[in-house]
């Protein structure tokens, strides 16, 4: 007879099986990009091996559950003045399990008067996106929030 | 090798004075292949097919340069805000991964 034991380690060999074979099938069919790019490096490579603080001035409004990944609207507004002392430099998208984590780099400058920057992204699956912001001094911001996706866009 | 495409440069609110702070949206009509799909008849790979940069040029000045990759969404929009400086004309330059070179441009007229 069956102990109770024995049944719940196959019940977790036979979960865990599942849940890891189709992600490498997936893996393996899925042709490499020049441009891929991990979340780690993307971040990297902008701000220089520096730590982006995290801070409230930077607001991103991405929805909470996107029903279709291939469309997720996007909308990026840093508090700034936006003067030719003070302004927003650039704002970076990224999506953190993207095959490039890399979305778009936004080049602003004072004449823009308004630190604002939509559109809208691409999402392989649930992951999270963020907005990375230089600001003209040197400093980087960062805000990040997660997006559940229902069907995945990025093919 | 330039290609025609459809694209739409929008100005909020339509009216607007000298000096104000307007919103800007360029759309485009465009695949924005990322080349990591199949066509889902022939089972063959799309080839990448992506804008790679954004240039927006208000009187021959570059406001805004954006560096683009896969993930954007097919037939995009960028919107930003923009300052506005007298008569003139908004020029948005957008350039492809294979090299196909397009231009929209709008004549800008504050009133007051």
Same mark, same amino acid.
């Given at each position: ?34 441009? @891929?790019?991990?979340? $780690?490096?993307?971040?990297?490579? !902008?701000?220089? /091996?520096? =730590?982006?603080?995290? &801070? +409230?001035? *930077? ?51 004072? @004449?823009?008067?308004? $630190?604002?920057?939509?559109?809208? !992204?691409?999402? /392989?699956? =649930?992951?999270?996106? &963020? +907005?990375? *912001? ?22 | ?112």
């Amino acid at each position: 007879m069956m102990q109770r034991r024995d049944f719940f380690k196959k019940l977790g060999v036979v979960a865990a099986v599942s849940a890891v074979a189709p992600v490498m099938s997936f893996a393996g069919d899925k042709p490499k990009s020049k441009n @891929a790019m991990s979340y $780690a490096t993307a971040v990297n490579a !902008i701000t220089g /091996g520096k =730590t982006p603080k995290k &801070s +409230a001035k *930077v607001k991103l409004k991405v929805p909470e559950i996107a029903e279709n990944g291939a469309v997720v609207p996007v909308t990026v507004n840093v508090e700034s003045p936006m003067t030719s002392r003070d302004y927003v430099k650039a704002i970076h998208i990224l999506a953190s399990k993207n095959f490039n984590a890399r979305c778009i780099d936004v080049n602003l400058t004072p @004449a823009n008067g308004k $630190a604002m920057f939509s559109t809208r !992204i691409k999402l /392989g699956g =649930t992951q999270e996106v &963020s +907005a990375l *912001v230089e600001l003209s001094n040197g400093d980087f911001l960062i805000a990040t929030q997660s997006v559940k996706v229902t069907i995945g866009g990025c093919g | 090798m330039a290609q025609k495409r459809k694209s739409l440069i929008k100005i909020k609110p339509k009216k607007f004075k000298d000096g104000e702070v307007v919103k800007v949206s360029f759309m485009v009509m465009h695949p924005m292949a990322t080349g990591t799909t199949k066509n889902k008849k022939t089972k063959e790979l799309i080839p990448a097919k992506f804008i790679n940069s954004v240039k927006f040029n208000y009187n021959g000045k570059e406001i805004t340069n954006m560096t683009v990759w896969e993930a954007l969404s097919t037939n995009p929009v960028f919107t930003t805000y923009m300052k506005i400086n007298g008569k003139g004309k908004l020029t948005v330059t957008y350039t492809d991964n294979t090299g196909e070179v397009n231009e929209k441009s709008k004549k800008i007229k504050p009133k007051g």
